[in-house]
């Protein structure tokens, strides 16, 4: 190779890396105006512009956003509601996809087909059909009616199947043949296969639970029973924005996304990269 080809590789790379660089900073500069804003007196935080500190740093934002609104049993709320829904979404991913993957019955192709149409239904088509049967039912403001609703989404299952048309039926012809029935199939051969795309799935559903305004904003009246994000509305009222503890409030919220998406990277990348969604 030339030295010419070689230097213009090198000064590739270079420029590359610093449009990653760059990327990655607008990327993060919201999340470091928020944390900084925390650190604000309220009546700072947007009438400072974009500077990032203010005349005095406010630590007790952080003491405020737990004593002004039940914050502490908010966060718990959420995380029971995030983690439950993620266990269910879990299951019914790996059921669904199993089924539609290994199982052979009449119209598996139409009923899949069907199922995956529902991803393009947005949430706002479905929530006042869902009220409404959970009102006949008598569970609004509930704590199950939060999980349940939107734990048989179609994603987890069209990446499960999709990963699982990827594989061999070897490894369950093994078992079949030393004995093993399809639930033990399920559980002690396919499951651990898919430990990496129900790594992923787990988490987007940790995330997409932990996350959710619209619904429970609609089946949820008791504020103790409130999930994270409906309870950061509670920092606004009649008087106006608290902003100092609502961007604490805030701050504290996205770190507990930051740290599964952080403990999970090596899990989801593997998930992501051994065909979550490849196959046939």
Not at 99 to 120: N, Q
Not at 152 to 158: I, N, V
Not at 228 to 236: E, K, N
């Amino acid at each position: 190779m030339t030295r010419e080809p070689r230097r213009l590789r090198r000064w590739g790379t270079v420029i590359s890396k610093a449009c990653l660089v760059v990327v990655g900073l607008l990327f993060v500069m919201p999340f470091v105006w928020m944390f900084l804003s925390a650190l604000k007196p309220s009546a700072q935080v947007l009438s400072s512009g974009t500077a990032l500190f203010g005349d005095e740093v406010r630590w007790d934002n952080f003491t405020e956003a737990f004593t002004s609104i039940p914050f502490g049993q908010i966060l718990i709320n959420t995380f029971v509601y995030a983690l439950a829904g993620a266990l269910i979404v879990v299951v019914v991913s790996v059921l669904n996809a199993y089924a539609f993957a290994r199982l052979d019955f009449p119209g598996r192709g139409v009923l899949f087909s069907v199922f995956i149409a529902t991803l393009v239904l947005p949430i706002e088509v479905l929530v006042i059909p869902l009220f409404l049967g959970a009102d006949a039912l008598g569970a609004t403001d509930s704590y199950p009616m939060i999980v349940l609703p939107f734990a048989f989404g179609a994603f987890g299952t069209f990446m499960l199947r999709q990963f699982l048309l990827s594989l061999p039926g070897d490894y369950e012809e093994a078992a079949r043949i030393d004995g093993a029935g399809q639930f033990k199939i399920l559980l002690h051969v396919i499951v651990p296969l898919l430990r990496g795309p129900i790594a992923v799935v787990a988490a987007f559903a940790f995330i997409d639970y932990w996350n959710s305004f619209l619904w429970p904003l609609i089946i949820i009246n008791s504020a103790d029973k409130a999930p994270l994000q409906l309870g950061l509305s509670m920092f606004s009222g009649e008087r106006g924005t608290d902003w100092g503890p609502l961007m604490a409030a805030s701050a504290i919220s996205v770190l507990a996304s930051l740290v599964i998406v952080v403990a999970m990277q090596r899990q989801l990348a593997k998930g992501l990269n051994l065909g979550g969604f490849g196959g046939r």
